[in-house]
């Protein structure tokens, strides 16, 4: 086996590892406003008001929206996170919170 230089090793040592990357998705429903949307992904996440408006029309016409790429440990305390958030005050038959999933994210 051929030995690894001084100059090889440090290289391989302080490259980064890539660890793999997973999207938290958040699902539609019809018993969430689109004011509860904002408030939740700008608490949860820190979008301003313009891009999480932009997210929850997305969720609302496309049926789901990809809210976060990251680690899966993130990702599941952020799809935790969703599902902790509580139903929305503003309607009366909202009885719980939004749905997310993650999946794998294969870039």
Do not use: W
């Amino acid at each position: 086996m051929p030995e690894i230089g001084f100059e090889e090793a440090i290289d391989v040592a302080t490259r980064p590892i890539r660890l793999p990357q997973f999207h938290v998705v958040l699902l539609d429903d019809d018993y969430h406003t689109y004011e509860y949307v904002v408030e939740m992904l700008s608490q949860l996440f820190g979008y301003d008001q313009h891009t999480a408006l932009d997210l929850a029309i997305v969720v609302d016409t496309a049926g789901r929206v990809i809210v976060d790429t990251t680690t899966r440990e993130r990702a599941e305390l952020k799809r935790d996170q969703i599902h902790n958030y509580g139903p929305d005050p503003r309607l009366d038959q909202c009885t719980g919170p939004m749905a997310a999933v993650i999946e794998e994210a294969n870039d």
